[in-house]
C-alpha cells in the first residue's frame, strides 16, 4: 500500500500522457496526485461546495462550460458557441468576441482525424492538442487525416464527414471498454472517396492547398483499466458531495471507481477534499 496522502483544491482536467498505459495525474490546485499509482485502492472526493472560475478565478454558485463563472461564459471567445461549431465562426463579421484570442487560436492549422472510443467518428482539434485531445475522449485508435488552416475550416470539413459518421462518443460504451478494433486507414479512404464532390467544393471555396491529405500513421492508446464497469453509473458532486470507492481504472477524463464513474473534467473549478 502506498502511504495516504490528503490533497485539497480546485480541480482542473486531469494531465495525460500517452504511454503503455497512458499515465494519469490528477489535479487540484497546485496539488498533484500520480493515479496510476492509486490503482486497485480506495480514493475518496469530497466536494467542499466551493467552485471557482477557472478563468478569473472568483467564485460562483454555479459552474458554466465547464468551469467557468457566468460573467466569463457570456464574455470569451472559448465559451462561445462557434468553439462547439467552428463552421458558425463570426470573426468576418467582426463580431468576435476576443479577436486576438480567435487570431491565436482559431487561425492555427487544425487536423481533422477519425477516432475510435466507441466506434468510427470524425473530430477535429489543433495541431497542438495531439494526441491529448484523443486520450480525453477515451480513445482506442485515432488517424489524423487532413489539416486545414483554420478552425472554422475544420469546422466545414467536419460538418461534411457527418454526411457519412458522427462526430460523438458514446461514453458509457467507451467505459465499457466495447470498442471493436477498426481498420481507420480502409475507414479514410473510403470516406475520402465518397465525400471527394464535398471536399472538391471546399478547396474551390478555400483555396486548392487549404485542404491537405496528411499521411500520418495510425495511433493506438492503452489505459490504466484494472476492470471496465459492465454496467454505468455515476456520480455528480452536485447531487452528493462525496464520491469515494476502490479505483478500478481512469480513461478518458473519468476515474472508474467499483462504486461509479466520475467525469472529472465536468467538474472543473470544483474545490475538493482528496484521500487517497
Ligand atoms: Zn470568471
Redesign the pocket.
Known sequence: MTETTTLQGCLTKMAVEPGSPARYTLRAGEARLDLNARLGQSLRLTWTGAIA?T??G?ATRKSFGQG??Y??FKTLAQCDTCIMKPELCHFFQGTCREPDWGERHCFQPHVVYLANASGLKVGITRATQVPTRWLDQGAVQALPILEVDSRQQSGFVEVLFKEQVSDRTNWRAMLKGEAEALDLAAERDRLLDALAGGLANLRERFGDDAIRLLDAPPRAFEYPVLEHPRKVVSHNFDKSPEVAGTLLGIKGQYLILDSGVINLRKFTGYEVAVEA
Open positions: 472560475c478563468h478569473c472568483r467557468h463563472c460573467p466569463c
